[in-house]
């Protein structure tokens, strides 16, 4: 195995017309798991362990394999808390 990487969220997209970039993200997800099947989102993001990157980010991995992957996190790796509205404030 070579070097472990870590995963990319994120990448940039040229804009030909003025030269410059800008970022952008996807988030995949997937049914929750026990710990939020109860919260109303009715879906949760996938969160890949550390020993699944490597096949992730390789292009040569069958699709099937991939989609192996987008699967609930297990929830003993997750807590749950609750959060109140943020107050803003502006200067």
């Known amino acids: 195995m070579g070097k472990a990487h870590s995963p990319k969220t994120s990448r940039a997209v040229n804009q030909p017309e003025t030269g410059g970039h ?6 995949i ?3 929750p798991n026990e710990l939020i099947a ?3 989102h009715h879906r949760m993001p996938v969160v890949l ?9 390789n292009p040569t991995t069958p ?3 991939l989609q192996a ?5 297990p929830p ?11 107050e803003f404030t502006l200067d």
């Open 38 to 40: 109860d919260l109303p």
């Open 49 to 57: 362990a550390p020993s699944a990157w490597e096949t992730w980010l």
């Open 63 to 65: 699709m099937a394999e």
């Open 22 to 27: 800008f970022d952008t993200a996807t988030v």
């Open 76 to 86: 003993d790796v997750m807590g749950v808390r609750v959060a109140g509205p943020k």
């Open 69 to 73: 992957l987008l699967r609930p996190a």
């Open 29 to 31: 997800t997937t049914e």
